[in-house]
């Protein structure tokens, strides 16, 4: 029986900004009735939590009984500018912040939690999820999971990194990110003649998919 969802509500995941003036940033929450784990979102570069294929691979999970936070880690004046969509050290800060946010949360603190990440979103992911053990796994969907430098070699939890076999350059770093990762599972999943936003016919769906099922099996071990 497929997940069915009982509450999509807008949320602010509140963070600490410059100067400690703490400000909130927009997110959707998503829950399936009832929900077995929660997989927070980190877009990239050039994306939003409106992203459509983060949306698909949401609905994916949401099948699955696996409930979605998609969040705007960075504000709409700094995501303007490329400084800070490839501050690496910012992106983890704010998702830690939303980490927290759902592990307090009434409705979702019991719950197995998972990131997604893709594009810059990837190498947040690998640093929140090196910092804070309440990570319980991570999917990586075209992203550059080598941006997150040596807090590879700290990751603990399942990873997988999912790329695209036309995205020769993203490939090859995921290759060596790959081999950073040294003290837990680890997969890397080539889908065949898809480019880097996996526009081609099927590919996201087979994204969606492995996610679904790396979720699936890591969350709920």
Known sequence: MLGSLIETIDVTVPVNGTKGKPFGLAGRLALPAPPTGIVI?????????????????????????????????????????????????????????????????????????????????????????????????IVSRGGRPDLAGRRLRAVRVPTLLIVGGDDTDVLEVNRQALAEIEAAEKELAVVPGATHRFEEPGALAEVSRLAAEWFTDHLHA
Do not use: M, Y
Not at 69 to 97: G, H, I, M, P, Q
């Open 41 to 137: 979102f980190a877009h990239g570069s050039g994306s939003s939590q409106r992203s459509r294929r983060n949306a698909a691979v949401a609905a994916v999970l949401h099948e699955s009984w696996i409930g979605t936070l998609l969040v705007d880690l960075l504000t709409e004046n700094e995501a303007a500018r490329r400084a800070s969509v490839f501050d690496v050290a910012l992106l983890a800060e704010r998702l830690l912040a939303a980490v927290r946010f759902v592990s307090a949360l009434e409705h979702t603190k019991h719950l197995p939690l998972g990131l997604f990440g893709a594009s810059t979103g990837a190498a947040a992911a690998v640093v929140a999820a090196a910092c804070d053990p309440t990570v319980k796994a």
